[in-house]
């Protein structure tokens, strides 16, 4: 699996080798076409001054014919040349997390049940089973998240929580363990919401978790108005864009909203998409490839972070 990639149970991989130019129009046209919440596609560079890769990650079998017809016009006889390749269906996240190490983001310590002993007693310790739902702690976009909640409690104390994409729900039980408060999270695959829930029982905050299933902040517990003085939103710059007005409906005037899983090239639009409506960059995280935004309303001054 590319690390830096959000799939949602993919089935398949789009593979191919090309230059910059391709690999970039390849990317931004299969990201246009396809939901988002079924397919995730970056482009790299294999190595310093080396050819670009694509890869495209499905949750369905994608029609390959299809596919190759829309990237002809951009590379040409290329597209041809491209494979998809089925991938193994396994609990691929669990498995891959037997062999990592804990994540540690200030006192939160995030383990699987093998890294018990590990915790300090200071730590707030957060076990994940991550079962097909995303969100170990390992990858950038979740450090960079909670990096950013750390750094955002040496400033203040949130008190209202909402989690959009909550995945195996580990941002979100961060804040109900660090806050000892409930919180609002929710995700548009109804897989990783049973997985947080799951979670949540074995963390001991099932109490606080106020889950649901659906897109954005399409829920009464999620759809109040000024109500989260801290908002995740770990998702896509895609629908991230879409979500501006949403989020920022529901932020509270003195609140924070923290945005992730953004590539760096994404980082531009999804600015100027939540400066529409008001709101600036605070302090941002760079991780792996991948930026953590911190956004306040008004006019912030933008403090940027390696
Ligand atoms: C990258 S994972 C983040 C998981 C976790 N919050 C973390 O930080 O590790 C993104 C999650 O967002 C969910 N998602 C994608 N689009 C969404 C949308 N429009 N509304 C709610 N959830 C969405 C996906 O199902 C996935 O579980």
Request: one cysteine or more.
């Amino acid at each position: 699996m590319l690390e830096g990639l959000h799939p949602n149970r993919p089935t398949h991989v789009f593979r191919i080798t090309t230059d910059e130019r391709s690999a970039r129009a390849m990317t931004d046209m299969i990201g246009e076409i396809f939901d988002p919440a079924e397919t995730a596609v970056a482009s790299f560079e294999t190595e310093d001054d080396g050819p670009w890769m694509l890869e495209a990650y499905f949750a369905h079998q994608p029609d390959e014919a299809a596919i190759r017809n829309l990237l002809r016009p951009i590379v040409g006889a290329e597209a041809d040349k491209g494979v998809f390749l089925p991938l193994e269906q396994k609990d691929w996240v669990k498995s891959s997390l037997e062999g990592l190490k804990p994540v540690r983001a200030g006192r939160i310590f995030v383990h699987g049940s093998h890294d018990r002993e590990q915790c300090l007693p200071s730590d707030i310790a957060i076990e994940i089973e991550a079962g097909l739902a995303f969100g170990t702690g390992h990858h950038g976009t979740t450090k960079g998240c909670l990096l950013a909640f750390v750094d955002e409690l040496k400033m203040r104390t949130p008190r209202h929580v909402l989690d959009v994409g909550t995945g195996t729900g580990i941002l979100a039980f961060a804040a109900a363990k660090v806050l000892k408060r409930p919180v609002v999270a929710g995700d548009i695959d109804p897989e990783a919401v049973r997985v947080a829930r799951e979670n949540a029982r074995l963390n001991g905050i099932a109490a606080w978790m106020k889950l649901y299933v659906g897109p954005g902040i399409r829920h009464p517990e999620a759809d109040r108005p000024g109500h989260f003085d801290l908002v995740f939103a770990n998702i896509l710059a895609k629908p991230l864009r879409m979500l501006a007005s949403s989020l920022a409906r529901v932020a509270s005037d003195d609140g924070t909203i923290i945005l992730s899983g953004l590539l760096y090239r994404d980082v531009p639009g999804v600015l100027s998409a939540y400066a529409h409506q008001g709101w600036y960059l605070q302090r941002r995280y760079n991780l792996e490839g991948w930026a953590a935004l911190v956004m306040k309303r008004g006019n912030a001054r933008a403090l940027p972070r390696q």
